[in-house]
């Protein structure tokens, strides 16, 4: 399925890139499909109405901006890595019983009929992988898992969904022989405690603010009771001072008046 897929988005392709987007500006040119493919009438005024469309334009200069990205285009047409492959093997380039590594195929891809490299920016890595290749069989480099050659040489993690250097529709879990993981289920008694402690928090917060708005409140009244209690105490000293004072005045006099 996923190679009809992927053969249905290129038919498609071929018929916007050869038919439809040349034509673009002569409508008389468009009107019937291409005459080497059976297509319903129907069906082609749909299809060059989509692509056609200023919406799909958008689409397709988004997609025309990623495809920019990829630097390292290779040379084998439409064998692809299986067939690659086989010719190395047919042409005893590698041994039958030979594991070929990734990056050998990843290399091998991106040479021209001589044997020749002509892109300076795929050359490099070339040479990177060729380099690591030595320190490999000299045991300077292990691989491990996705860490291998290819992914040190071109400096980039693998994707998670495709394995670079081997083909399409090869996952990596089935290449680099590493268990999926597993996902993890929660069960319904542990969501309901989650939630459960959630209203809990959310009431708490809930009285924590009732209570700091009433000590808010309350404050500014202690403080004021503060105030006079202090003001009451220091004119109430004031007063027993000078009582005391007079007292003493007055008994001195009496001994005075006694002693005479």
């Known amino acids: 399925m996923n190679s009809a897929s992927q053969k249905w988005r290129d038919f498609k392709n071929k018929l916007t890139s050869r038919f439809v987007w040349p034509n673009k500006d002569n409508p008389e040119k468009l009107i019937s499909p291409p005459s080497q493919y059976q297509l319903p009438l129907a069906d082609w005024k749909a299809f060059v109405d989509a ?4 919406s799909w334009e958008v689409t397709h200069e988004k997609q025309k901006q990623r495809t920019m990205h990829c630097k390292y285009h290779h040379r084998m047409s439409r064998k692809g890595y299986i067939g690659l492959e086989a010719e190395l093997r047919n042409k005893k380039l590698v041994a039958e019983d030979e594991e070929v590594d990734r990056s050998v195929l ?3 891809a991106r040479e021209d009929k001589s044997g020749n490299i002509t892109c300076s920016e795929t050359s490099e890595v070339a040479e990177k992988i060729d380099e690591l290749l030595e320190k490999k069989g000299k045991g300077e480099f292990k691989s491990s898992g996705m860490n291998d050659v290819l ?8 994707h998670y969904g495709r394995v670079r250097g081997v083909g399409g529709f ?16 929660i069960s319904k008694v542990v969501i309901e405690n989650v939630k459960a402690q959630s209203e809990e928090t959310k009431s708490l917060k809930a009285e924590l603010e009732m209570l700091r708005s009433q000590l808010a409140a309350v404050i500014p009244l202690i403080n004021d009771r503060s105030s006079e209690t202090v003001a009451s105490n220091k004119f109430s000293g004031v007063k027993d001072s000078k009582l005391s004072d007079d007292v003493q ?12």
């Open 170 to 185: 090869v996952k990596p879990q089935v290449y680099f022989k590493t268990l999926r993981k597993k996902r993890e289920t």
């Open 249 to 260: 005045d007055v008994y001195d006099c009496g001994c005075g008046a006694l002693s005479s």
């Open 106 to 108: 990843w290399r091998k």
């Open 51 to 54: 692509r056609l469309d200023p």
């Open 151 to 158: 992914t040190a040489a071109l400096g980039s993690q693998e």
